[in-house]
C-alpha cells in the first residue's frame, strides 16, 4: 500500500497569510493526488485533484502543484472559512490512501 | 443535484456485524466512470479507505480489513451497502460513503460528492 505522509500535522496562521502544505507519498504517484477540507463535524470537500486542477467552485487562492512523490497545497491570502483540517489522497492505485490530515488554526 | 446519505445503526457491540446503507440521488452507478466509496473516520484521526463498487459489480477492498468487509449494491434502490463482521472498540468512527468520479485518464479518480456520515460507536 502506498503511505501518505503529510506535514505539518498542525499550524497557526492569521488571516491574509499565504500557507504551504506538504504531502508526500512512499512511492511514485505522477499527479495521480487530491486535496480535500474538511471542517469540524462535516464530510471532507474536495479542492483539488490530478494535483493541480481546481475543483469547480474552490476559490482561486487555493492551489496545488508536484508530481511523483512530493506535493503542496497553497493558500494564498487565508480566509476566515479556511481554518479547517486538509487532507492529500493518492488515487494512483488501491486501496486509496489518505494522508494523517494538516490541522490550520488561527494565530 | 448529486446527494450521498448514510443510515444505519449508532451502536453496536463487540463481536457484531455492522450493516451501513448509502442511498444516493442524481447519478447513475451503471454510468462509466462512477463508482461508490466507503471511507471512515476515527474521532479525531485520519480518513482511512475501505471499499468501492463500480456498475459492473467490480469490488475492491483495503488491504487490512479485506477479510471482514462486503460492499453491494441495489441498482434499483439506487443503494450501495457495506458490511463490517467482528466489530470491535477500535472501529468506532464516521463512516462516509462518497461518489468516486473520473475527470479523464490524466486525472485518475476522486471523491466529488460525500454524504454527511454515520457515527457508529462500538461498546465492548
Known amino acids: 500500500d502506498i503511505q501518505m505522509a503529510q506535514s505539518p500535522s498542525s499550524l497557526s496562521a492569521s488571516v491574509g497569510d499565504t500557507v504551504t502544505i506538504t504531502c508526500r507519498s512512499s512511492?511514485?504517484?505522477?499527479?495521480?493526488l487530491n486535496w480535500y477540507q474538511q471542517k469540524p463535524g462535516k464530510a471532507p470537500n474536495l479542492l483539488i485533484y490530478?494535483?493541480?486542477i481546481l475543483q469547480i467552485g474552490v476559490p482561486s487562492r487555493f492551489s496545488g502543484s508536484g508530481s511523483g512523490t512530493d506535493f503542496t497545497l497553497t493558500i494564498s491570502g487565508l480566509q476566515p472559512e479556511d481554518f479547517a483540517t486538509y487532507h492529500c489522497?493518492?488515487?494512483?492505485?488501491?486501496?486509496?490512501?489518505f494522508g494523517q490530515g494538516t490541522k490550520v488554526e488561527v494565530k | 443535484q448529486v446527494t450521498l446519505r448514510e443510515s444505519g445503526p449508532a451502536l453496536v457491540k463487540s463481536t457484531q456485524t455492522l450493516t451501513v446503507t448509502c442511498t444516493f440521488s442524481?447519478?447513475?452507478?451503471?454510468?462509466?466512470?462512477?463508482?461508490v466509496s466507503w471511507i471512515r473516520q476515527p474521532p479525531g484521526k485520519a480518513l482511512e479507505w475501505l471499499a468501492h463498487i463500480d456498475g459492473d459489480d467490480n469490488k475492491f477492498y483495503t488491504t487490512s480489513l479485506k477479510t471482514r468487509l462486503t460492499v453491494s449494491k441495489d441498482t434499483s434502490k439506487d443503494q450501495v451497502v457495506l458490511t463490517m463482521t467482528n466489530m470491535e472498540p477500535a472501529d468506532t468512527g464516521t463512516y462516509y460513503c462518497?461518489?468516486?468520479?473520473?475527470?479523464?485518464?490524466?486525472?485518475?479518480?476522486?471523491?466529488?460528492?460525500w454524504g454527511q456520515g454515520t457515527l457508529v460507536t462500538v461498546s465492548s
Open positions: 462518497a461518489r468516486a468520479t473520473v475527470g479523464a485518464p490524466i486525472t485518475g479518480w476522486f471523491f466529488d460528492f
Open positions: 512511492q511514485a504517484i505522477s499527479t495521480y
Open positions: 442524481g447519478f447513475s452507478l451503471s454510468t462509466s466512470g462512477m463508482r
Open positions: 490530478a494535483a493541480s
Open positions: 489522497q493518492q488515487n494512483y492505485n488501491t486501496p486509496r490512501t
